[in-house]
């Protein structure tokens, strides 16, 4: 019979090291959103996307928020959250979508 116990420990300190890797950036893309509240006056933000399920995510993963009350700083806010990250971001205007509530409902609220 072939052992894996070295192999399983091996995949479980990978998944304990993404987890805390994933639990750091939202960390991190919570407190850029927080700077874009007053820089902008963002009136609510929300992570989304796969960030906010550890099953999801990987280390190549985007980041995806969402916000709403600064649709003319849709852009500003991207370039915030993108030098704290050093990722790609996609930035959902709350404001202007039409599933909006979803986001709100199913998102991670960092504010509003």
């Not at 090291?17 to 639990?23: A, M």
């Not at 999801?56 to 030098?83: C, F, Q, T, Y």
């Not at 959902?92 to 991670?108: E, N, P, V, Y």
């Amino acid at each position: 019979m072939f052992e894996t116990d070295v192999l399983d420990r091996a995949l479980k300190a990978r998944r304990g090291q993404r987890n805390r890797e994933r639990v750091a950036l939202i960390d991190h893309v919570a407190s850029a959103l927080r700077v874009c509240r007053e820089k902008y006056g963002v009136r609510e933000a929300f992570i989304v996307g796969s960030l906010i399920f550890p099953h999801r995510w990987d280390h190549k993963s985007d980041v995806d928020v969402a916000i709403g009350g600064a649709s003319n700083h849709i852009l500003d806010v991207m370039k915030v959250v993108e030098d704290v990250v050093e990722r790609d971001v996609d930035v959902i205007d709350l404001d202007l979508h039409m599933s909006a509530d979803r986001f709100r409902k199913k998102g991670m609220k960092i504010y509003g």
